[in-house]
């Protein structure tokens, strides 16, 4: 199939799926778009901070794609392009997006509560701790592979003389000062989008400007390092990641 006739046949799935499927889930579980979240009701700048619909927008479908680059590939390459098509659509729609919307709706019905507190309540401790020791085992597998992957195609080829074969290297260079840029930018923004009250129109513009200037000084000023380097930024930036507070690293 036509590369971009799939790309449009997704496209229309999942817009389908959001509009008719999602609303249609909204309206079983009589979802209220009026109520106050428990970021309003329990502002306080901390574990409590309003966001906007276009942030918390952005954010759920970074999450959600985020395992797709490590096992999209994997699946494609032992079984074909159709399993992963049929994963992302079939899967996206009636797994993921079923599973982070009830998730997310449970956890504002009960004061922001986190998944692992929601199982304390309605299951029971035991039921938290093996839910806790799942989602601790399951992060160390998607580190492991995220950073395997990630470092894999970052770092740079040697040249046969010895040294940096920066003709080959150059793409995987660029590529990863790009990648870092996305971090320290990301904190940058969330301290202006306060700063500035961007929301809306105005943020997504002050995204797309940085994206590009991102892009332009990662080509012009690419990185070359090797695999244990690239294996310790990678580590940097999940402690960053991991450790800020949402409303931070946007």
Known sequence: MNGIVLMLVAAVVLACGYLLYGRWL???WGVDAKALTPARRMEDGKSFSPASAFTVFSHQFSSICGAGPVTGTIVAMAFGWLPVVLWVLIGGIFFGAVHDFGALYASMKNNGKSLA?????YIGKTGR???LI????FCIIVIAAFTSMVCGTFKYTPAEAGGIDFAKSYAAGCAGTISILFTFVAIA???AQRKFNLDGAKEFVVAVVAIVLMFAVGMQFPLYLDLNQWIAVVM?????AGAMPIQTLK
Request: hydrophobic share 55%; no cysteine.
């Open 134 to 137: 799942f989602s601790w085992l």
């Open 129 to 131: 701790r093996l839910f």
């Open 189 to 191: 923004f969330g301290w």
């Open 117 to 121: 507190q929601l199982i304390e309540k």
């Open 236 to 240: 940097v930036y999940l402690v960053f």
């Open 26 to 28: 909204s309206n079983k």
